[in-house]
């Protein structure tokens, strides 16, 4: 049997959507440093990882998916929804003045664009009328760009739409349950939060990591967006239990 060697674990990994970070394989059972495909980092051997690519934070919030349970609001309280909105997986956070009650993600398998859009609009509508909230923040549509034929930069016009038609939905289902909704520049939360990070990877990964640090959380990349949000609108609008300037950020 053919030695194992450092590319052929990072070959096995990225085939999983897993990422090898140490730069270093010493053999089986020597516990190497990974990010699972939520971007987690998992610390294990590459002996238990190739058996089924099990990473504890995927399952916690499994776990945690299947056993939220809606807190009533106290009164003088100030409830907050942030919504890091997009048509396959949107993460969601919610905050009672500045502490945050509950997180999570939502997902859709649809591969209609408007069922899916129209599944999200229900679930909102479901949210609103179990957690009643105050506000609700939605992250703003972005042009992302990638690298097309002949390496010249295109941009994602598709994607743009369906995420221009989702907002306009979700914009429509708060004005219909009148609850006062903002939408948040993505440059404008992460600033706030503190990343810097350049690529969109690492920008992920910054705000999940500024989750960990701030709320000893373990969220997913869209749960971790959703949570950021929610800390900037109510750490910067939230003051003596009231929001204010709440209309244009």
């Keep these: 049997m053919s030695r194992i060697k450092y590319d052929d674990v990072k070959a096995a990994a990225a085939f999983h959507g897993w990422k090898l970070i140490s730069t270093e394989y010493k053999n089986l059972n020597t516990e190497m440093e990974f990010s699972c495909p939520e971007g987690h980092i998992v610390y294990s051997t590459w002996k238990k990882v190739r058996e089924n690519f099990y990473c504890p934070s995927c399952e916690e919030a499994k ?92 941009s994602a016009v598709t994607t743009y739409k369906v995420l221009a038609q989702l907002q306009g939905a979700l914009l429509v289902t708060c004005f219909e349950k009148n609850i006062s909704c903002t939408v948040v520049h993505t440059a404008t939360w992460r600033a706030h939060c503190g990343i810097k990070a350049k690529s969109r990877a690492d920008q992920k990964r910054a705000a999940q990591l500024y989750v960990k640090s701030k709320f000893d959380k373990n969220a997913t990349q869209d749960e971790a967006d959703a949570i950021c949000i929610g800390a900037y609108m109510v750490e910067k609008y939230i003051k003596n239990n009231e929001m204010i300037e709440f209309s244009s950020l």
């Design 63 to 154: 776990k945690r998916d299947n056993s939220i349970e809606i807190k009533p609001k106290a009164k003088n309280v100030t409830r907050v929804i942030a919504l890091d909105d997009a048509t396959a997986i949107t993460g969601w956070s919610i905050y009672d003045d500045r502490n945050l009650i509950a997180y999570g993600k939502i997902e859709f398998s649809q591969r209609d664009s408007i069922e899916r859009i129209s599944k999200l609009r229900q679930w909102l509508i479901n949210m609103i009328e179990s957690w009643k909230p105050d506000k609700i923040a939605i992250e703003d549509i972005q042009l992302q760009k990638f690298a097309g034929k002949n390496g010249h930069t295109e």
